[in-house]
């Protein structure tokens, strides 16, 4: 069966694991467009770092924060273009929205809309919102958090990420814990800790760290037992990359962030998300340029 590979995938591909175009489109191809099997195909030849969760970084918007006492909110509302996403009635708006979502602790997007905000629903302060703007609004997301401890928020950029991370129990040290949330804003981990990464995680780290070591020419002799040993020893690097507490800290890299918190508290879970990641908007020139390098090959 023939699949269809458009320059839409080749660049999606490219801006998820940042592997050259051609690379991108033979990744995709062998994968038959599945784009997962397509990244880690990526990895194996050594062309690509693993994909985090940013994935697509494209739609304009805003993260935002809201604390009061033992509730942390955090919240991404989009709009159509960076222009309206800069200005003070927007982030006014995504303020309204986020301190509506602490008070009321609606489960989904679908709940908050029938929340209430200056007398009417939120559905409906959305829609007269759009109208003082003059742009589509759209609230994508929010995660609540309650908690007996201590909630830090950090939003970077004018709310193109933002952090939001829960100590628990927290016994001293708030300046510590902002320090923490500036970490995760700047170093992305995935995880708090190394239990909390999942087994199958492990296991496909390791098989695609064989496969890659394999297909370099300095291990053609190796025999498969000494490149599991090492491949043992780079899951360590794994976990330094991708687990908070075992990251170095990034004002001091000779102390990890576990000995930088020491006793003042205890990192209960965090939430970090970059404005639009997963979504897309049109960028027509790149397409256009993915497509006049890629159409011949």
Known sequence: MSISITAKDVADL???????????????????????????????????????????????GVVGAYVNGNIGVLIEVNCESDFVSKGEKFHAIVDTLAKVVAENQPKDVEELNDCKVDGVTVREYITNQTVVIGEKISIRRFVVYSTKGKIETYIHMGGKVGVMVEADPFMAGAELLHDVALQIAANKPEYVAKEDVP????????????????????????????????????????????????????????????????????????????????????NDDFAAEVAAQTKKQ
């Open 199 to 282: 087994a199958s995680v492990i296991e496909k780290e390791k098989e695609i760290l064989l496969v890659q070591m394999q297909n370099e020419e300095k291990n053609a002799n190796k025999p498969r037992e000494i490149l599991e040993k090492i491949v043992m020893g780079k899951i360590g690097k794994y976990y330094t990359e991708n687990c908070l507490l075992e990251q170095a800290y990034i004002k001091d890299d000779s102390m990890t962030i576990s000995k930088f918190i020491g006793d003042n508290f205890k990192i209960a879970r965090f939430t970090r998300w970059e404005m639009g990641e997963g979504l897309e908007k049109r």
């Open 14 to 60: 490219r801006t998820m694991t940042g592997a050259g175009m051609m690379d991108c489109k033979k990744a995709l191809v062998d994968a038959e467009g599945n784009v997962d099997k397509a990244i880690e195909l990526l990895r194996e030849r050594g062309v690509a770092k693993a994909a985090k969760k940013e994935g697509r970084i494209a739609a304009e």
